[in-house]
């Protein structure tokens, strides 16, 4: 077990300090943690894989990420890993965003990331607020519950972000939570070696925001939340609407197989090289056909 600490560690940034600039008890650690694991788990090279974010807490992610990594604008972490991504098909593209970031101002990068079916694995922190500019209530902020700009109760309904994922065409959709730590390690592994577009959604805590406005205790109570929260899709399955209300379902909820984006660029780009090719053969005869009927006639008027 020390020897594949050890390991992930190594996948660290060696000058960065640490302890984290996140607040004690928040769920990032966690996911980055996990993500390190996995990682050293598949012997990633560093020089071949790119961790990209935008703004908020997960975007401090790639900051100890000892990979390529981008710090970019607000939402627009999709935009970024995908130029990355078609400038260098080779490298393991992944990303990491909060859900103010990923489906609020980055909502139509995400749509459009899923129906592109790019070779992209996008970790969108869950934590239903957002956390770093003051607890402002998000996209995911459930109805009814608290925010720094909702101080009677979020009157709107929240998204799905699984559900927002299946809609607009992601080939690879899971959702786990920092409480359930060996499934974070599977669901990602098994995402970036997924051949697609890649959405892992993980339920997070953010107790100096969230947990204070929605009464709390702590981030000890906010884990055993998500612990008691959680339903497998198996056991989804077997429950009434009744019942799943207030629930989230964890595991996978989409794995299949469809082209991907770059696969089917790079096919059509060869396609019309040699369409081209074969035009250009036929102008050139042409031409060449042209030429030969005007020598001849010269020769005769000669």
């Not at 130029?83 to 593209?93: Q, S």
């Not at 056991?235 to 696969?263: D, N, T, Y």
Request: glycine share 10%.
């Amino acid at each position: 077990m020390s020897q594949a600490i050890e390991r992930a560690r190594t996948y660290l940034k060696p000058h960065k300090k640490l302890p984290t600039v996140w607040c004690g008890g928040c769920g990032l650690g966690v996911v980055m943690s996990s993500l390190t694991r996995v990682m050293s788990a598949m012997g990633l090279d560093k020089n071949k894989t790119a961790t990209i974010s935008g703004i908020g807490c997960t975007g401090r992610l790639p900051t100890y990420i000892d990979t390529n990594t981008l710090h970019t604008t607000h939402g627009r972490a999709l935009g970024f890993a995908t130029g990355v991504k078609l400038a260098n098909p080779e490298l393991t593209v992944i990303t990491a965003m909060g859900d103010g970031d990923s489906v609020a101002i980055g909502g139509n990068h995400f749509i459009h990331a899923c129906r592109r079916n790019i070779d992209i694995t996008a970790i969108v922190v869950n934590n239903q607020i957002y956390g770093m500019t003051g607890g402002q209530y998000s996209p995911t902020t459930p109805h009814g519950k608290r925010g720094t700009t909702a101080p009677y109760g979020n009157v709107e309904y929240e998204f799905d972000i699984v559900s927002l994922a299946t809609g607009a065409g992601a080939t690879f959709v899971a959702r786990t939570s920092v409480y359930h730590v060996r499934e974070l390690d599977k669901l990602l592994e098994r995402a970036i070696r997924h051949r697609g577009f890649s959405v892992v959604e993980v339920v997070s805590n953010c107790y100096t925001s969230y947990g204070r406005l929605n009464k709390f205790s702590g981030p000890v109570d906010m884990f055993k939340w998500m612990k008691e929260s959680a339903v497998t899709v198996k056991q989804a399955g077997e429950m009434s609407p009744e019942e799943l209300e207030g629930k989230f379902i964890r595991g996978i909820h989409v794995e299949r197989e469809q082209p991907e984006f770059i696969e089917v660029y790079d096919k059509l780009a060869e396609e019309l090289a040699a369409d081209s090719s074969a035009v250009n053969q036929k102008r050139r005869a042409t031409i060449e056909s042209y030429q030969r009927l005007g020598n001849r006639l010269k020769a005769r008027i000669e």
